[in-house]
Nanobody, 123 residues
Framework: QVQLVESGGGLVQAGGSLRLSCAAS????????MGWFRQAPGKEREFVAA????????NYAGSVKGRFTISRDNAKNTVYLQMNSLKPEDTAVYYC????????????????WGQGTQVTVSS
């Protein structure tokens, strides 16, 4: 089993920044991709960003490209999401997810999920 624990969420004004962290523990392996997804009230869970096992490849949703940066530290089994220039429409619960092998923008293909962390952006 793998456990994922997100942290770093909170309340921020529009234009501000937050950095989310996701620590993986348990039966983890180096060869896994990580993703960030978010879900706003009344909406479906949507893809935000993903990163390959070695950090060499990344992918972003169009709505966050240029504002968010995903990164990872395999020595710490941790993935990060740096969020800059936040907008009220970024308000959501953010989830990290782990997928063995390649990265994907499809939530259904991920194997493990964290419990989520709330991000609220005020206007």
């Amino acid at each position: 089993q793998v456990q994922l624990v997100e942290s770093g969420g909170g309340l921020v004004q529009a234009g501000g920044s937050l950095r989310l962290s996701c620590a993986a523990s348990g039966r983890t392996f180096d060869m896994y991709a990580m993703g960030w997804f978010r879900q706003a009230p009344g909406k479906e869970r949507e893809f935000v960003a993903a990163i390959s096992w070695n950090g060499g490849n990344t992918n972003y949703a169009g709505s966050v490209k240029g504002r968010f940066t995903i990164s990872r530290d395999n020595a710490k089994n941790t993935v990060y999401l740096q969020m800059n220039s936040l907008k009220p429409e970024d308000t959501a619960v953010y989830y990290c997810a782990l997928r063995y092998y390649g990265m994907s923008d499809r939530a259904s293909l991920y194997d493990y999920w964290g419990q989520g962390t709330q991000v609220t952006v005020s206007s």
